[in-house]
């Protein structure tokens, strides 16, 4: 009980955040716009999580095709999900940053960015809201064909720091919502990626330029050493990212070449 108030505690700060943002920018965007758009995104939200859910592989297949994804590794030479969390698991507070990495650096930090570029910069929201949408799509035809276990619940020496460390987070995930089985690809990392470009290429202070850098370089940390993922997942996760921008992308190319030609 007491973990799951911290948890409603840390919600409760970020929901005062993002109101905070939109009373402070309530002159730049139309309160029926935005009640639409939100209604857009809620709905968004949920039917990628319920169909996510819903698609969970076997725990055989899953199994089966992670001991392919460790193998593969090892041939490359790069299994070394082990080693790297040994560097941290005894030394708590790195520990605790990757946790709060990869619980508070996702969600509530999307939906910050979300809020700000679709104030000051609508355009631009639009662009990374659709890239979010395509690369889901893409993200959830992979889980289905390709389920697999992620090194917490595989046979290599790792441990889940989320859960013994901050069981809360998966405490309130609704079980219809969780597919256990969609280590590849990392789209917690993918979707980190996007959100780097996005304040990379509109922030204008270098602060927030270097934010725009260096949050997906610690997602990427993050991701591997609490267990969560294997080497190749947050790279997979970054290319169905990055497809998902740019059939967007040039898609948008098109619709302006088509206005401009009528």
Same mark, same amino acid.
């Given at each position: 009980?007491? *973990?799951?108030? &911290?948890?409603?505690?840390?919600?409760?700060? &970020?929901?005062?955040?993002?109101? %905070?943002?939109?009373?402070?920018?309530?002159?730049?965007?139309?309160?029926?716009?935005?009640?639409?758009?939100?209604?857009?995104?809620?709905?968004?939200? %949920? @039917?990628?999580?319920?169909?996510? $859910?819903? =698609?969970?592989?076997?725990?055989? =297949? *899953?199994?089966?095709? @992670?001991?392919?994804?460790?193998e593969f590794e090892r041939e490359l030479g790069i299994l070394w999900e082990p080693w790297l969390q040994s560097l941290i698991i005894d030394h708590q507070p790195l520990v605790t940053l990757m946790n709060w990495a990869y619980i508070w650096g996702h969600w509530p930090l999307i939906i910050l960015v979300a809020i700000w570029l679709y104030t000051m910069r609508p355009e631009t929201y639009r662009l990374y809201r659709? @890239?979010?949408? &395509?690369?889901?799509?893409?993200?959830?035809?992979?889980?289905?064909?390709? +389920?697999?276990?992620? +090194?917490?619940?595989?046979?290599?020496?790792?441990i889940d720091t989320v859960t013994l460390h901050s069981s809360a987070y998966r405490v309130l995930q609704p079980p219809a919502l969780v597919n256990q089985y969609a280590a590849m +690809?990392?789209?917690?990392? $993918?979707?980190?990626?996007?959100? $780097?470009?996005?304040?990379? =290429?509109?922030?204008?202070?270098w602060e927030m330029k270097a934010f725009g850098v260096v949050k997906p370089v610690v997602?990427?940390?993050s991701v591997v050493l609490t267990a969560n993922h294997y080497i190749l997942? +947050?790279?997979? $996760?970054?290319?169905?990212?990055?497809?998902?921008?740019?059939?967007?992308?040039?898609?948008?190319?098109?619709?302006?070449?088509?206005? &401009?030609?009528?």
């Open positions: 009980m007491e *973990a799951l108030a &911290v948890k409603s505690a840390r919600w409760l700060i &970020v929901a005062m955040l993002v109101l %905070f943002v939109l009373y402070r920018n309530r002159a730049l965007f139309d309160r029926a716009h935005f009640a639409r758009e939100l209604a857009l995104v809620v709905v968004a939200y %949920f @039917a990628y999580f319920l169909v996510r $859910g819903l =698609t969970q592989g076997s725990e055989a =297949t *899953a199994m089966a095709n @992670a001991d392919r994804l460790i659709n @890239a979010f949408m &395509v690369s889901g799509a893409i993200g959830l035809v992979i889980f289905a064909s390709f +389920p697999v276990a992620p +090194p917490r619940l595989a046979d290599i020496d790792v +690809p990392s789209l917690h990392f $993918g979707w980190n990626l996007l959100i $780097g470009i996005a304040i990379f =290429t509109t922030a204008r202070s997602m990427l940390l997942d +947050p790279v997979a $996760g970054a290319a169905v990212a990055l497809t998902g921008l740019a059939i967007v992308w040039n898609t948008r190319r098109e619709d302006e070449y088509a206005d &401009v030609y009528k």
